[in-house]
């Protein structure tokens, strides 16, 4: 066996290949049980595997735009949220991937927004991998402490050096958007042609889609539509190849999205400078306008106490913006941090600005009138809005066939997947009695109760 060590995980020779099929069947048939002690039911895989994968920007009811009959099939022999996977606020890629990861709210996991100033240092973080950003601990980093193995594909946040995980070429390839989807899809499953012993116990897998589109011509879009055919045809492949490598009924598949997507247009639009007859605001008080608008205003050094005044400020904003007489004011209402809403758990962090604006629903922010007027599509809004919305399904042994579970936020997932692999989990958000809910006990199969 001497002569595997020295073969690249991803270029396994035939005779590899050979060997670890007949390894893999011989030790399948001879493992005696799982950790609970139950006969472990599976022939292909000696212990609980979980493959998760995350399709950007996939808004519920995208699967309805088209013909999806891979997703279809997840659904039906699978668990579903029924009306969708709730995201965490703000509804962006980067704090929901790394929610999905760590169970943890950004206040807790530290990335605030996609990219942000932090008011305290100044310092700028821009999906950056300096590990001071990213807090918690996130599943491949619980995998690793734990002595199991994990295997990143392009996660946001899995290129960040964290205690046991250093991010290894062959497990953690760094994001490359060129590499196409069938290629990852191709890489991810060639991890299952390993000896049986170097299958990894977590995989994750990303595609930046139907999110561009989404962005570019907004989500009802045609070519929205035929985006989503070409990510169901992806989920087709790796069905395929978990079929062809008869593990599909044992590999617990775990299907979701970080967020929606809704049409915005530059009509709709809430213009700062129309706020000057209340308060003058000048632009380098803002960090980010919309969806979330983020503020920090600078005030001099003869100003005692700046925490009255951002008071003042956003007192002085809200009337304006309810007077009636800004453009559209009535759809952004202006908070302290610690005055935002609690389901939003968005205040308990000194990255998150003192001042927040919670934008409605496919309503924009500028400073004042420029640019063009046109529409497209965006996220970042109010998680409560069903158009932020993204999918969930499992699939597998862990997973009861055709079950539909009440819609649920994507911090909950963390527990859900240390509880398939038996990892103890790190603190987070998550329930742990939300896992009862929505898996079967380890072992049992079979029909929906
Ligand atoms: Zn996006």
Known sequence: ????????????????????????????????????????????????????????????????????????????????AKSGLIPVFPTMTF???????????????GIIMNSFTDPVTGDKFNKGLDPKWWLGEPLWVTAANQGRKAVTYFWPGSEVPKDSWTCPK?????????????????????????????IPDFLMLYFDQPDKEGHEYGPDDPRVTAAVGRVD?????????????????????????????????DMKTIYIDDLAEWVKIPADWINAYSPVLAMNPKWGKDVKNPSEKNAELVA?????????????????????????P??????ESSRIPPIVGM??????????????????????????????????????????QGKKVP????????????????????SNNGSSLFTRSILSSSGETGEVD
Request: aromatic letters at 10%.
């Open 1 to 80: 066996m001497a002569k595997t060590k020295h073969v690249m995980y991803l270029k396994l020779s035939l005779t590899l290949l050979i060997l670890a099929h007949v390894l893999a069947t011989t030790n399948g048939l001879d493992s005696p049980s799982s950790k609970t002690g139950r006969p472990w039911p599976f022939k292909k895989l000696n212990k609980p595997v979980v493959l998760m994968i995350s399709c950007d920007g996939f808004r519920f009811g995208y699967q309805f735009k088209t013909d999806t009959p891979n997703i279809d099939l997840l659904i039906s022999e699978g668990t579903e």
């Open 95 to 109: 704090p929901n991937h790394y929610s999905i990861a760590t169970g943890l709210y950004p206040a807790y996991h």
């Open 170 to 198: 062959e497990l953690c390839p760094h994001y490359n958007s060129s590499v196409t989807f069938e290629e990852r899809v191709d890489n991810v499953l060639s991890y299952f042609d390993l000896p049986q012993s170097d």
């Open 233 to 265: 045809k992806m989920i087709g492949r790796v069905i395929q190849g978990l079929k062809k490598r008869e593990i599909f009924d044992e590999v617990n598949v775990i299907l979701l999205g970080d967020h929606g997507m809704v049409t915005n247009c």
């Open 316 to 340: 002085k904003m809200n009337e304006g913006l309810s007077s009636g007489k800004v453009e559209n004011g009535e759809f952004l209402q202006v908070y302290l941090k610690e005055k935002l």
């Open 342 to 347: 609690k389901r939003l758990h968005y205040s």
């Open 359 to 400: 934008v409605g629903e496919g309503l924009i922010v500028r400073q004042n009138r420029t640019g063009v007027h046109e529409c497209y599509g965006d996220h970042g809004y109010d998680n409560k809005y069903f158009s932020m919305r993204s999918i969930f399904i499992g699939h597998g042994p862990r997973f009861k």
């Open 407 to 426: 819609s649920f936020e994507n911090v909950q997932i963390y527990n859900v997947v240390a509880e398939i692999l038996g990892l103890r989990p790190a």
